[in-house]
């Protein structure tokens, strides 16, 4: 007679960090839930979960793991990724062959990714790189070794993909005397459809209202791409989605408008498919007087991790951090209070924030 009540959710996290009590716990003083939380290491492979486990769970919070197959994901009626791109899972059963709404952890990366952008950018412009080696070396350089500097005042950076990402870079940037444009894949004509809606945003951060860029561009052909690139652009900022439309969406021809008109530095933090690297590495050894880029920073490549023959280790003008961009101790609370706001909506019945589209791929 009586027992326990059966809780209404069970949330199954396959996570590839430890479990965080106090996380956890907040949630369930404030739903009817429980937890079954495993640490999966991404470097061990795929991991095997029990037919049970998978049954047992109404909600999935995972990075990339899913249920092998359709049938077992029977009883799941919200999936949350703690990435923000979806592009791991996009090929899965699940996400064809169900509609069980899946979330994104989309925004809860923008101010540490930001920060890097801004690392990258000022490591470049003020030729930080010298400058650790004259010290490593014990050497107290001069002016004239070190060359000419430019500050950000009355740069233009052009940020491809106006998302959470791309709205924090671009707040910092403008502080910073920077002119910004942006490029959606969609036309944003009106005020309220440059608004940053139906997603999570950090408190204080980003563009909420869309206000920054004094011009906006838009469309997913090259005609489009080219348009935008040609507007002078010192600084492109890549921060759009992996989907096969957007695949080497980067290549000679834009690289070629990029050099020829600005000699741009490229900073790309969102996947390395993104660009065709063969034609990236060619624009970066070009004479900056022959139409060359000036550099780029690299958080993600294509393959990773990259090659340790690959000739962009050894450009002096380009930077490597191994996708790391978006680490921080606040990743985990910021992707679990999305699925907090979203428990709190599947109770009202109200619309899912982050959700995945399926038809764009993000």
Known sequence: MGGAPIPREHILCLLPFPEDPKILNKLRRKYDIEFTYKQILTSEG?????????????????????????????????????????????????????????????????????????????????????????????????????????????????????????????????????????????????????????????????????????????????????????????????????????????SAAEFEILGSKTNAFIVNIARGGLINQEDLITYLKKPISAGGLRGAALDVTDPEPLPADSELWALENVAITPHVSGLGITYAERSFAILDENLGNLERGRDLINLVNRKKGY
């Open 46 to 250: 795929e991991p095997e979960i029990p037919d049970e486990t998978w049954l047992n769970a109404t909600i999935l919070v995972t990075l990339w793991t899913l249920p092998p197959s359709a049938e077992k994901a029977k009883n799941l009626k919200l999936i949350h990724l703690i990435s923000a791109g979806a592009d791991k899972v996009s090929n899965t059963p699940v996400w064809k062959e169900t509609k069980i709404p899946i979330t994104n952890s989309s925004g809860v990366h923008g101010p540490q990714i930001s920060e890097w952008v801004i690392l990258q950018i000022l490591s470049h412009s003020h030729k930080e790189k010298i400058m650790v080696e004259w010290q490593k070396k014990h050497i107290w350089g001069n002016s004239k070794e070190l060359g000419a500097l430019r500050d950000s005042v009355g740069q233009r950076l052009g940020v491809l993909g106006y998302g959470a990402i791309g709205r924090q870079a671009a707040r910092i940037c403008k502080a910073m005397g920077m002119d910004v444009i942006a490029y959606t894949a969609s036309p944003r004509p009106t005020p309220e459809s440059r608004k940053d809606t139906g997603k999570y945003i950090v408190p204080n951060t980003g563009d909420p209202d869309g206000l920054i860029p004094s011009a906006w561009y838009s469309g997913l052909d090259k005609a489009s791409l080219h348009n935008f690139l040609s507007q002078d652009i010192d600084i492109l900022l890549i921060a759009v989605p992996l989907t096969p439309q957007t695949r080497h969406f980067l």
